[in-house]
């Protein structure tokens, strides 16, 4: 599990849900609970928290995962260079473990594989960067057409890609190919609101029937999902979604945002329980092995 400092909340930090104190006791909370691995970056206004929050607990086992935005211009190495050094200060650290070029589309690889993925390389030679890292921008690049000339590169030591119960498309695309060249997978929207609202839900699945993507055979939607539930498996379709993600070969860290303390220990819990059974996995396979079009956000 990897505390997620992104997202629909950013530590609560999204529409002043709580104070900046609050969000620093959320991952300390996290950390405290065995969690040591958190991903920020510079857009997410959020690493100025997350240095806070380090700063109070050992360094040393602790992996920090951030981002330079790129932007709809190219960066150049010089602004990929002081943008590092800035979030280094935000952080507090003279190190990030993981420094992604954040959110890149398919039309901007080349680019950056020529330019900028040099000069990320000669940070890490410097010791600012331990291990080079890049996202995919997955609402726009549903086939993660990116990912995998990322992949065919081995440009990257780490990759962060969408996956989650309602779109497994990244298991061939991108997780096969990750375990054969050993490379770190971070993953992200495990949960978003169509696993964690009832109602975006149906009207999610409903639209993956229309689509022919599902089988209206296989989903009730009047309790999606809900054979996950029936017999205690899960407590909660977002439980079974972690669960299902946390099992799922070439994922090395699954990310969870939050800015609230209750559910942020629900969600602690999810990834300490055991894996879905078997049966339901191999039902979920089935029901979503051809959809491709929806990230679940």
């Keep these: 599990m990897g505390i997620g400092a992104g997202g629909p909340s950013r530590l609560g930090q999204r529409d002043n849900m709580r104070s900046e104190a609050e969000s620093v006791a959320l991952v300390l909370q996290a950390l405290d609970a065995g969690v040591n691995f958190i991903d920020t970056a510079e857009a997410y206004d959020t690493e100025e928290i997350v240095g806070k929050a380090v700063a109070q607990?050992?360094?040393?086992?602790?992996?920090?995962s951030s981002k330079k935005r790129l932007r709809n211009e190219n960066i150049t190495r010089e602004q990929l260079r002081s943008g590092l050094?800035?979030?280094l200060r935000r952080l507090g650290t003279d190190y990030i473990d993981v420094y992604h070029l954040h959110g890149m589309r398919p039309e901007q690889y080349d680019y950056y594989a020529s330019e900028i993925a040099p000069e990320m390389q000669t940070l890490q030679r410097e010791g600012l960067i331990r291990f080079i890292g890049v996202t995919e921008h997955w609402n726009d690049d549903l086939r993660h057409t990116m990912?995998?000339?990322?992949?065919?590169?081995?440009l990257f030591d780490v990759i962060m890609v969408g996956f989650n119960l309602l779109n497994q498309g990244a298991r061939?695309?991108?997780?096969?190919?990750?375990?054969?060249k050993d490379i770190g997978v971070l993953i992200m929207f495990a949960v978003r609101r169509a696993l964690s609202q009832p109602d975006k839900l149906r009207a999610t699945l409903r639209g993956l029937i229309e689509s022919g993507e599902l089988d209206a055979d296989d989903i009730d939607l009047e309790r999606p999902l809900g054979f996950l539930l029936e017999d205690g498996a899960a407590d909660s379709i977002?439980?079974?979604?972690y669960r299902f993600c946390l099992a799922e070969a070439g994922a090395h860290v699954i990310l969870s945002g939050t800015g609230n303390p209750a559910h942020l220990e629900a969600n602690l819990r999810s990834f300490a329980a055991p894996p879905l059974p078997a049966e339901h996995v191999a039902r979920l396979q089935r029901?979503?092995?051809r959809v491709w079009?929806?990230?679940?956000?």
């Design 172 to 180: 061939e695309a991108v997780l096969a190919p990750a375990i054969e």
């Design 147 to 154: 990912l995998r000339r990322a992949l065919s590169d081995g």
């Design 293 to 297: 079009s929806v990230t679940g956000q």
């Design 57 to 64: 607990r050992d360094r040393g086992p602790i992996i920090i």
């Design 238 to 241: 977002p439980d079974a979604a």
């Design 287 to 289: 029901i979503f092995g």
């Design 85 to 87: 050094h800035d979030s």
